[in-house]
């Protein structure tokens, strides 16, 4: 039973336009998310993450939007440059607790 | 921003030997240290959560006697893979939180190959 789910395995983008990453989970006792970005050959790094309590998060061109009632969360990478092109992992937590990872998109953004 | 390093990185073994796999934090203490095991097109897998100064907690279906876990320090942790397979090739990644349980941060990871 996967409580974290990324439905898209790939995605791709055109340079400048933006990227929507999706995530949803079946744990309404999640709270806290966070979005990881991980490149071939190297552990995930963490990217932006969002509170239970809030339903928008921004940190320069990324911005994470959870809506509780629909257990989904989104990132949004505007704009989209090449070196955003890696696998995005959604994880979500509930406390302390351990993680709890989706199982990855691959985003590839072309000239 | 807080450090997580593995060592080794990439690690190539015979079938049958062990390998031991280090997780340190470079500029915090890590009160907890979680070990990831991550499968081709899966996502990572949760192996063990180990807490410093006591046993860790493996996931179900996690040998315990095959993958040993020790976090002697608050920051270090290892994992050693004993009798190593084949099927146990694979990218092992450790994460390490904080005593205030923030986010987790992780290692770079650590590829094993056994032939």
């Known amino acids: 039973d996967q409580q974290v789910k990324q439905n898209s395995p790939s995605l791709s983008v055109q340079e400048g336009r933006i990227s929507i990453l999706n995530c949803d989970y079946t744990n309404s006792m999640f709270d806290y998310f966070l979005w990881y970005k991980k490149y071939p050959a190297e552990g995930p790094t963490f990217l932006i993450s969002i509170s239970s309590i809030k339903d928008k998060n921004e940190d320069g061109r990324f911005t994470v939007f959870l809506n509780k009632s629909a257990k989904h969360l989104s990132l949004h990478i505007v704009p989209s440059q090449p070196g955003d092109s890696a696998v995005y992992f959604c994880a979500a937590s509930e406390g302390t607790d351990k993680l709890i990872f989706g199982t990855g998109t691959r985003l590839q953004v072309f000239p | 921003g807080a450090v997580v390093s593995q060592h080794p990185s990439r690690v190539i073994c015979k079938s049958g030997t062990s390998v031991k796999i280090e997780c340190r934090s470079l500029d915090f203490q890590a009160t907890t240290m979680f070990w990831y095991r991550q499968f081709p097109k899966q996502s990572l897998m949760l192996m063990a959560t180990?807490?410093?100064?006591?046993?860790?907690?493996?996931e179900q279906g996690v040998e315990k006697d095959k993958f040993l876990i020790n976090h002697a320090s608050l920051t270090l942790s290892t994992l050693t893979v004993t009798s190593a397979h084949p099927e146990d090739s694979s990218f092992y990644i450790c994460?390490?939180?904080?005593?205030?349980?923030?986010?987790?941060?992780f290692g770079p990871g650590t590829r094993l190959l056994v032939l």
């Open positions: 994460s390490a939180s904080g005593p205030v349980g923030e986010t987790q941060y």
């Open positions: 180990s807490n410093e100064g006591s046993k860790a907690t493996y």
